[in-house]
């Protein structure tokens, strides 16, 4: 029987035992096997929503390029993953660099990132060869034109614009207003300046510019109006100083969709609304048509990966609200307490079992906000069940901590009935491996 709870990989179903099963694969058991707390991947999922992407600009446009923003969930197998269906490689630091070239993802399809990116970070990041710096500040531009010079090469670059879109989502992932601390401003000509500096700087080569508007974005109408002011902005260039954009990168930010009420726009919409805007906008002003990127992160992982937790115990506080106590809880999944985020829940060995109670799923961290859910409808839920929560495949483990002593969680991928283990748990070993004692 197929379960359809939207935030769920497609293949999930639930099994003749009555399990929860993802890509043939029972949730229980793979708890047994590999412990919990859990982070499950339906690899199936991922590859298709790459191929989403791809399929969905190729078939409407020759010159562009789907960016996986390596934020969102970052490691080996998963830049392997992405490389082998064709995307290129959004790094946001130097770390993400280095996991990137230890898949060997092609460094020519990486940009990298970054508000902050130090000179060793840049150093790095040219000499590795990497296709894209996307500039962030005029101090940028001189580190990467400084380190591209020592090293004897010229640097290809972006310039990163804000160009003061407010798209409607929460306000520390909202990133391309006017009080933002990424990019160049177009306000007071900052941004048109930084062309004619790009241009001027002898070991960089201005290919593009870039806009990123936000995360979780429900709306089509933002990324318009960013390509329609991106456009002015390319007329102003071209005719104050020349520049021809050959990149033109729109950045992430389409929504997934974490309980009932989430409706984003299909992958393919997205497509088909940066590729008509930017084919209109630009021959509306007479610009040549340049390679049109997307940096996609949350929409390609995030409903390919939940988690499961063990449940440790149960608990009603008379009058107020019942806590449900699992085995993880903000180390490994810090969206609730940091944005609000809302996630639901299910008990693995009984998905459809019609719910006896609503419970906080509170995680074990001490801190009273380590809530993971609210409001959990759940059946009769008791020490020893396994708890999964959907949609956590975007910015859980990535932004996974160690507090309070917790390992981070193992990480698999599950495919037609079989399960491997990406990322391995780690061992209380890991906890103080890079500590020194006193004397
Ligand atoms: N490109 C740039 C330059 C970005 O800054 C981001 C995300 C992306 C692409 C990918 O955006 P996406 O498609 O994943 O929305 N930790 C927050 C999200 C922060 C997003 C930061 N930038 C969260 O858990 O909601």
């Known amino acids: ?37 859990l982070y499950i991947y339906d690899e199936q999922e991922l590859r298709d929503r790459c191929r989403a992407y791809m399929d969905a600009f190729s078939s409407r446009c020759e010159n562009f390029e789907v960016i996986y923003a ?26 993400e660099l280095y996991t990137a070239l230890a898949a060997w993802f092609p460094p020519e399809k990486i940009f990298l990132h970054g ?27 001189v580190k990467v034109a400084g380190i591209a010079a020592r090293q004897g090469r010229r640097q290809p670059v972006l310039l990163r614009i804000t160009p003061g879109i407010e798209a409607h989502t929460h306000d520390f992932i909202q990133t391309g207003r006017l009080d933002s601390k990424f990019g160049f401003p177009l306000a007071g000509g900052t941004a048109l300046d930084a062309v004619a500096a790009a241009q001027t700087a002898a070991d960089i080569e201005l290919v593009g510019v870039h806009a ?10 933002p990324y318009r109006r960013t390509v329609a002011v991106l456009a002015d902005f390319l007329a102003a260039a071209r005719e104050k100083h020349g520049f021809d954009c050959r990149l033109l990168d729109l950045g992430g930010g389409l929504g997934a969709v974490y309980g009932p009420g989430d409706d984003p726009p299909a992958i393919d919409q997205l497509a088909e ?5 930017v ?3 630009m021959e509306r002003r007479g610009l040549p048509l340049p390679r049109i990127a997307v940096e996609p992160g949350r929409s390609i992982v995030a409903n390919a990966g939940l988690t499961a937790y063990e449940i440790e115990a149960v608990k009603t506080v008379f009058d107020v609200r019942n806590f449900v106590a699992v085995n993880g809880g903000m180390s490994d999944n810090l969206r609730p307490m940091l944005y609000g985020a809302g996630y639901q829940a299910l ?9 006896t109670m609503t419970a906080a799923v509170a995680g074990k961290h001490c801190e009273s906000g380590d809530i993971l859910v609210k409001a959990a409808p759940l059946p009769e839920p008791r020490p020893g069940d396994i708890l999964v929560t959907p949609a956590t495949g975007a910015y859980g483990y990535s932004m996974a901590s160690n507090y309070n002593g917790q390992p981070r969680p193992a990480v698999i991928f599950v495919k037609a009935g079989e399960a491997r283990v990406v990322i ?9 491996h890079l500590q020194e004692k006193l004397e």
Request: glycine content about 8%.
């Open 70 to 95: 390596s934020k969102a969930f970052s490691c080996v197998a998963i830049c392997q993953l992405v490389a082998r269906e064709g995307l290129s490689l959004d790094a946001a630091s130097g770390g």
């Open 273 to 277: 609304a940066v590729v008509s805007s």
């Open 279 to 281: 084919a209109a906008e």
């Open 212 to 221: 990123h508007i936000g995360s979780q974005i429900f709306a089509l109408k």
């Open 424 to 432: 391995k748990r780690e061992a209380y070993e890991d906890l103080v």
């Open 115 to 141: 508000n902050a990116n130090t000179a060793a970070e840049l150093d790095f990041a040219i000499r590795s060869e990497v296709g894209h710096i996307v500039i962030d500040s005029l101090d940028e531009m």
């Open 1 to 37: 029987m197929s379960l359809l709870i939207p935030p769920l990989p497609r293949s999930s179903s639930v099994n003749d035992s009555g399990h929860l099963e993802v890509a043939g694969c029972d949730v229980i058991e793979l708890a047994g096997e590999f412990g919990t707390p």
């Open 347 to 355: 008990i693995a060995d009984r998905p459809l079992a019609e719910p």
